[in-house]
């Protein structure tokens, strides 16, 4: 379905929108215009370096699907890589507008739109990894449907693959306040990003930009033992976490964790 809408709605009450089909809503047509403002893909690039490439080619992978493909960033950074890239993603905006950067960057992207918790429908073959980046998992609101989805990951990955998910450091912010260095992730100059409001069960930010253009996303504030034990207890082994981008850190001191999990083999009856 293709929403055309040309402002994001939450209605009388935003902090009672704890729904995760509300995405559909909140990438409208003129956020994902300011999105790469957000990011600067040249900054994004310096920041976080050879990371996920490194850490995809030392495992052997070859064939990537990128489930939160957004404007396209990282599908591009592995295509330019040399990776066999399939780009889902679950906002037609989105999408178009990633098809539209890879053109121009001289790349066909292979865009499906999917929602995760039914990703396997939409797919044919297996990936050497799965990579869900831009702290899209907190988009989901409910512990089934994080569950669902990482099924539908590991449904689609090779045995012995790996999954990437990247996330916010809420345990810092809901313990000690909001505060991040714009380092790695959103490198955009002049864009102001932070938490509204926040609880245990919403974390309601709000982008504004250079023209003072305002927006908003409601995220689930998910916190990083949480989501190592789900990933653990949905079929995934040998997890390991970071701390933007270094193996050892100041539990309070990054802004993103990156986790890295194993899809782990059957065993045969």
Same mark, same amino acid.
């Given at each position: 379905?293709t929403l055309h ?12 929108i704890r729904d995760?089909n509300?995405?559909?809503f909140e990438?409208?047509?003129?956020f994902?215009t300011?999105?790469?403002?957000l990011i600067?893909w040249?900054?994004r690039?310096n920041?976080?370096?050879r990371f ?8 052997g ?5 990128d489930v939160a ?7 591009v ?5 040399g %990776? ?12 178009a507008?990633? %098809?539209?950067?890879a053109r121009h960057?001289? %790349? ?6 999917a929602?995760w ?8 073959g297996?990936?050497?990894?799965v ?8 988009h ?13 990951f590991?449904?689609v990955?090779?045995h012995?693959?790996?999954l990437?998910i990247?996330?916010?450091?809420y345990d ?6 909001f ?9 955009g100059e002049?864009?102001k990003v ?5 609880d245990d ?5 709000r982008?504004e930009?250079?023209?003072?253009s305002?927006f ?8 990083k033992?949480y989501?190592?034990k789900l990933?653990?207890?949905t079929g %995934?082994?040998n997890?390991?976490?970071?701390g933007d981008f ?10 993103f964790f990156?986790?890295?999990a194993?899809k782990a083999?059957?065993?045969a009856?």
């Open positions: 379905m809408t040309q402002k994001q709605d939450y209605g009388p009450n935003p902090l009672t995760t509300h995405y559909r990438y409208i047509r003129d994902v300011h999105w790469d403002e600067d040249e900054a690039a920041s976080e370096g996920f490439i490194d850490v995809l080619r030392q495992r992978v070859k064939r990537v699907l493909t957004g404007t396209g960033f990282h599908s950074r592995l295509l330019q890589a %990776f066999d890239v399939v780009s889902a993603d679950g906002s037609q905006e989105m999408l507008k990633a %098809f539209e950067n960057r001289g %790349f066909a992207l292979q865009p499906v739109q929602d918790r039914w990703l396997s429908r939409h797919l044919h297996q990936f050497d990894a990579i869900c980046l831009g702290n899209s998992f907190t989901l609101f409910s512990d089934w449907e994080r569950r669902k989805a990482l099924l539908e590991s449904l990955l090779r012995n693959g790996i990437i990247d996330q916010r450091n810092a912010i809901l313990d000690n306040g505060s991040c260095k714009h380092a790695y992730y959103y490198c002049n864009v932070g938490p509204e409001y926040i069960g919403l974390a309601r930010f982008y930009f250079p023209d003072h305002v908003h996303l409601h995220m689930y504030p998910l916190r033992n989501v190592r990933l653990t207890e %995934f082994n997890v390991k976490t970071y270094k193996e050892t850190y100041r539990h309070e001191e990054p802004d990156i986790h890295l194993e083999q059957e065993v009856n």
